[in-house]
Structure formats: C-alpha cells, structure tokens
C-alpha cells in the first residue's frame, strides 16, 4: 500500500513536471542565463584574460547566486514559472478525486522539489559553459579572482570586479562556497513557491504573488542598506558573503542560522498548506483561484 502511494505520488509529481518543461514559459530560464552571462560570467572571463590565469568552473555560479542584482531576477524568474503552482485545472477535481487530497498534496510538494532544482542546476550548467577555454577544474579558487585586487588594484572598485567579494574567499573553500550557495538558493526558491501554494490554497493567487514580491523587494532594500531587519527576510539568509566580514573569521550572521531560518520556515508553511489541504472542499480546489 506504501509502495503504491509512492508511485502515485511519483506519477502525479511527473505529469506536473511534464507540463511544466514544456510550457513557454520555460524559456524565461534562457532568458536568464543569457542575462546573467553578459552581466557576471563575461567580466569574470575579462578577469581571467586580464590577469593571464584560469577562472574555477564553479565561480560564475557563486558569483551569481551571491550578486544583489541577480538576487532579484532568479525568485522573480521561478516566481513567473511557478505562477500557477500548485496546477488547479479543470482536471483537478477528478484527478483528486481518484487519488486522494493527500497524493496530490505530496505531487505538487515533489513536482516543486524538481522544478527548483531543474532551474537551478540549468543555471550552473549555463554558467560552466559560459566560461570554456577560460576555466579548470580544481580544488581553490582561481587566482583570476583572489588576485587581480593586488594586480589591478585601480580597477578592484569597480562594480563588476566584486562578484565574488572578499568576505567569500577568504572565508570558505571553492566546495564549500558553492556547495551553501545552492542549497541556500534551493531554501530560498521553496520558501517563495510555498508562500505561493498557500495562498492558491485559499483561491487568493494574486495575494501570494504580491506577499512574494513585498518579501523580495523590501529584502533587497534592507540588504544594500545593512538594516538588522535583513536576517528576518530570506534574501539576506541566502547571501553567503553577507554573513561574513572581509578578515575576520567570526561571522557576522552564523549560516546555522539561516539554515534553521529556512529550515522552520519551510516547515511551518508546509503544515500550515497541509492543515489548509485538508480542511478545504475539492471543489473550491477544483474551481482554482484568481
């Protein structure tokens, strides 16, 4: 019986997927690779060809999962790509029906697991080959990046020589950097759809998006500011460089502490949708929201 629930739940997570790939609107993640190509990956490229010296394959996709600005356009991204999430179709009612609420609830919960990782793993895939012929593989940073301050010391102001600040490598390994950029990146990516799913939940999808891009917006603004209220917001907790000064090893911010921020948080949307789940009529599930 186990089994059998899981392989619904499986079934129900891969037609969502399905669907999903192949909407239109998946194009939005191209966009965004070509964007954040010409924003961060060509001046870490001019880095390396300026300096004479190989960039780590990794390195473009921490620089954009710790730029303010890119920050901005990856939840707004997977925000218009999860726009309908959780899928309420006229279909909806019968496919609940024959299943369960509970099956559907834990699809839609698998389906958003994949879809987030999907976007993120094609946004470091991108960020890799924006870089062949200038990158290697290899277990520190390059000193394309820890370096060119003491090369080109009259350049290091400039906005684009500071993807990967100070307060990065001198803190963490290459590994370790990347390893909580994505994971805290992934947090970040559920936190935003599960707002989205309880309030598709309560048929009010516009109240979701709008609560989405309230927490966006005045997070961004608190973070160029530094205001303490940052680390209440999830941009903030999903700035690795933000937790750290450029010298000194004591964080400012411990990253335990974001992962218990996203840790509960998540958890406690997920109960909170879960409650609404099983308290709702499948008809109004049925009907959507607007």
């Not at 000193?143 to 090369?151: E, N």
């Not at 947090?187 to 599960?194: G, K």
């Not at 406690?268 to 049925?286: E, F, P, V, Y």
Request: aromatic letters at 14%; glycine letters at 6%.
């Amino acid at each position: 019986m186990i089994f059998k629930k899981m392989r619904s739940v499986f079934a129900m997570a891969w037609m969502e997927y399905r669907q999903w790939i192949f909407n239109p609107r998946i194009l939005l993640i191209g966009i965004l690779c070509v964007f954040s190509k010409m924003m961060v990956s060509d001046a870490l490229v001019q880095q390396s060809v300026e300096t004479g010296q190989k960039l780590h394959y990794l390195e473009p996709f921490i620089a954009m999962g710790n730029s303010n600005v890119l920050l901005l356009f990856f939840p707004f991204v997977f925000l218009i790509l999860m726009s309908d999430f959780p899928a309420m179709r006229k279909s909806t009612l019968f496919v609940m029906k024959r299943t369960g609420k509970r099956v559907w609830f834990y699809g839609q919960i698998l389906f958003l697991l994949m879809s987030a990782m999907t976007f993120l793993l094609t946004v470091l895939g991108f960020g890799c080959l924006s870089v062949i012929g200038h990158a290697t593989w290899g277990n520190s940073w390059s000193d394309a990046v820890t370096k060119y301050a003491a090369m080109f010391p009259d350049k290091y102001n400039n906005f684009t020589s500071q993807y990967i600040p100070v307060n990065l490598y001198n803190q963490m390994s290459i590994g370790t950097a990347f390893l909580n950029t994505i994971l805290l990146l992934f947090c970040y990516l559920l936190l935003l759809a599960m707002i989205l799913m309880i309030w598709k939940l309560c048929l009010c999808k516009t109240a979701g998006l709008l609560t989405n891009v309230t927490l966006i917006g005045i997070g961004a603004a608190a973070c160029t500011i530094r205001l303490p209220v940052m680390w209440m917001l999830p941009m903030a907790n999903s700035l690795i460089w933000l937790h750290y000064t450029k010298i000194a090893s004591e964080p400012i911010y411990p990253l335990w502490a974001s992962y218990a921020y996203f840790g509960i948080g998540i958890g406690l949307l997920l109960i909170i949708s879960r409650i609404i789940m099983k308290n709702t009529n499948a008809i109004g599930i049925g009907m959507g929201g607007d």
